[in-house]
Nanobody
Framework: QVQLVESGGGLVQPGGSLRLSCAASGFNLDYYGIGWFRQAPGKEREGVSC???????YYADSVKGRFTISRDNAEKMAYLQMNSLKPEDTAIYYCATRYGLGLKCGGDYRYWGQGTQVTVSS
């Protein structure tokens, strides 16, 4: 059974940092791309950052230079390091995965976690 569980969200002040974690189980992560998505109230879901099975990375323009995605296939973990957080980063963040070798950050991500709330506020 494929399962993704996010953790690490919380309340942080502007300019602060958080590291989100995604624990995967029930499948071999080696052949899957991983994505971090977010959805803020009243907005569509946005692809924040994605990493392919061979380590290629994509970042949305809004987070370039501030966020870093990584993965550890042996431990079946993925991470999103978020620095210099802004109030507009406030959203529910979801970890998702897709089977395939290419780098994509939208469309056909099949499996999703429950999400973790990130709130950036003074």
């Amino acid at each position: 059974q494929v399962q993704l569980v996010e953790s690490g969200g919380g309340l942080v002040q502007p300019g602060g940092s958080l590291r989100l974690s995604c624990a995967a189980s029930g499948f071999n992560l080696d052949y899957y791309g991983i994505g971090w998505f977010r959805q803020a109230p009243g907005k569509e879901r946005e692809g924040v950052s994605c990493i392919s099975s061979d380590g290629r990375r994509y970042y949305a323009d809004s987070v370039k230079g501030r966020f870093t995605i990584s993965r550890d296939n042996a431990e079946k973990m993925a991470y999103l390091q978020m620095n210099s957080l802004k109030p507009e980063d406030t959203a529910i963040y979801y970890c998702a995965t897709r089977y395939g070798l290419g780098l994509k950050c939208g469309g056909d991500y099949r499996y999703w976690g429950q999400g973790t709330q990130v709130t950036v506020s003074s």
